[in-house]
């Protein structure tokens, strides 16, 4: 698996501001999307980081969060 550089944090950060901005301006669906995205890259890059003993909560609690939003974004209506 590759490594996740500073440009990658970057862009998930850039995603996570556009998907909120995107939310704030009336397209949810796609806002959403996008912050599960910046999130769930920055929830993979802070899983090698952690030293000594990893438990499990904190190692899988933010991708599971990342993960459900991006399926309640897909679940939403269209119109929304």
Not at 22 to 41: E, H, K, P
Not at 50 to 69: K, M, N, Q
Request: proline share 2%; hydrophobic share 60%; net charge positive.
């Amino acid at each position: 698996m590759r490594a996740i550089t500073s440009l990658h944090l970057r862009i998930a950060a850039l995603s996570i501001l556009i998907g909120v901005a995107l939310g704030i301006f009336g397209a949810v669906r796609s806002g959403s999307i996008l912050i599960a995205l910046g999130t769930g890259l920055v929830a993979l890059a802070q899983w090698g980081k952690s030293s000594g003993r990893r438990r499990v909560i904190e190692c899988y609690f933010p991708l599971t969060l990342a993960g459900v939003l991006f399926a309640l974004a897909l679940a939403l209506p269209k119109g929304l």
